[in-house]
Structures are given as C-alpha cells and as structure tokens.
C-alpha cells in the first residue's frame, strides 16, 4: 500500500512539472524581472534603480551597474561626458522574466548629480559597483507594448569579478602597502573633479607626506591609475585614469585597537577617463 502511494505521489509531482508552462523556458535565475537603460545606442543592465517623479521637476533617479563589463565602460564614458552638460535623454525599461517589457520611462533634460564607485579595500568579496544619482526636466511613461530585449548575454558579471581585488598607481610614490580607496565621487560637491581617499600602511606613507608637506603638491602634479581586476590580480575588468592629481589633506589616527597605523590622504584630480 505505501508503494501504491509513493508511485502516486511521484506521477502527480511529474504531471504538474509537465504543465508548468515555465519549466522548458530559460528562466533567469533568483530574479522575476530586471531594468535597462537604454544610453546612446546601449542596453545595459542596471540595479537597484529607484526613481522618484514629481509633478514639479526635477525628478530624481538612482542606479547602479556592476563593474567588469564592456558596456559598463561605453555607458560609464558617455555618463562621465555628461558632467559637462546635459545628457540628452535616458530610458529606462523594466522587463519580465522572458524579457517583455513591461513598463517604460523616457527622461530627457537630464543632470548628473553624482557618479560614485563602492570602497576597495580587498576585504570585500561583494561585487564592485558605480552609483549614478541624477536630476531630469521631463519625464514620460508609456504603456507596456510587449516588446522583447535582446540583451546580450555577457552582460552579466561573472564569479571572477566578485573580488574587489585592485591596483594603484600614482606617479613614482610607493603603492604596494595601499589598505583602501574609498569615497570615490564624481560630482556638483566635487565641482566636478574626481575626489577619493588613499589609506597607506604608516611605514610607506613617509614618501607620501614628505611630497605632501615639501610644497611639490602645489607645482608638481602626479597622474595615476585605479585598476580593478579579477580574484587572480591577473585579468583587469575596469580601470580609471587620472591626470593631475593634487594632495587635498592628510588624516592620521592613532589608537590602541590599531593593528597596523595607516595614514589617509585625500586625492582630487579634473581629468579622468575610462579606458575603452
């Protein structure tokens, strides 16, 4: 009798299998839905997107795109050109798990208010990220018009990228006992320069504030490059350039609890790129 019903159960666990009409489609995996901005000619995969529109502009947008792809450089580059002016308009469009689309919405008049990257400190195995914080004029939503998106399946990040691994470079200063780079912002409160932190194992750092506190800050500038790369250091997935970086202040703090004292330097440079 208790095989009669175990045979019972697994036929009736096959026939509701059988009419899923999911089950033999290519599901995404853990999401029932994703957004895409639509920049330039580009369709990239955005996250955590929170708009907020008012019947009185501006409105206020907010994203995020995973470091390591080739489209976030293409986007990153025209969003960066955007600093200077208005980026002429921005969609955004949210599809469902067989990439419908099911709602869509038309910026135009846009500002970037702030263009941040999330802190490297090597620790962290989450996957590195640019924020993008933005003001529009106008704003249109239009109905679902069932359309599919063809996206192109490297867009995705892949398990190599989820390592937080980095380089610096910065003129002829010693780089390899650098702890963290963090707040690293492009925006209005930046006047539009690139601002971020430095923390330098105190034994290195000497080299650092001798050229600090010497006055070469003020004359000699140093260029420099963040370079983001995969869990074996070996393959770079996203780098940042920089031309004439100037030394804005120097933080030093010491505690009992410090295992190894580190100095802070806080870095502003004008010119930067995303190498394509």
Not at 167 to 180: D, E, I, M, N, Q
Not at 226 to 247: K, M, P, R, Y
Request: proline share 3%; hydrophobic share 40%; with cysteine.
């Amino acid at each position: 009798m208790k095989k009669t019903h175990l045979f019972l159960f697994i036929l009736l666990g096959a026939m509701l299998a059988g009419s899923n009409p999911l089950a033999a489609q290519n599901m995404r995996p853990n999401a029932s839905y994703a957004d895409y901005i639509i920049l330039d000619g580009m369709t990239v995969r955005v996250n955590n997107l929170s708009t907020f529109d008012s019947l009185r502009s501006p409105h206020r947008i907010y994203f995020e795109m995973s470091i390591g792809t080739g489209d976030t450089k293409k986007a990153l580059n025209s969003l960066l050109a955007g600093l200077q002016g208005q980026v002429g308009s921005l969609i955004f469009k949210s599809t469902n798990m067989q990439f419908q689309v099911i709602a869509e919405k038309d910026y135009r008049g846009i500002t970037i208010n702030e263009i941040s990257f999330t802190d490297l400190n090597g620790a962290s195995r989450d996957i590195p990220k640019v924020r993008v914080r933005m003001l529009a004029q106008d704003m249109t939503e239009k109905a679902a018009t069932g359309e599919t998106l063809r996206p192109q399946l490297g867009i995705a990040i892949t398990k190599q990228a989820a390592s937080n691994n980095f380089r610096l470079t910065l003129g002829s200063l010693t780089t390899s006992r650098v702890s963290a780079i963090y707040n690293m912002r492009i925006g209005k409160a930046t006047g539009g320069a690139l601002y971020f932190n430095v923390d330098v194992e105190r034994q290195d750092a000497k080299a650092w504030k001798e050229w600090f506190n010497s006055g070469a800050a003020k004359d000699q500038k140093q260029d420099g490059m963040i370079v983001w790369t995969d869990a074996s250091f070996n393959n770079i997935l996203f780098s940042l350039q920089f031309q004439g970086v100037e030394f804005m202040s120097v933080f030093e703090y010491n505690s009992d609890q410090q295992m190894m004292p580190f100095t802070s330097f806080g870095i502003h440079c004008r010119n930067f790129t995303v190498p394509k």
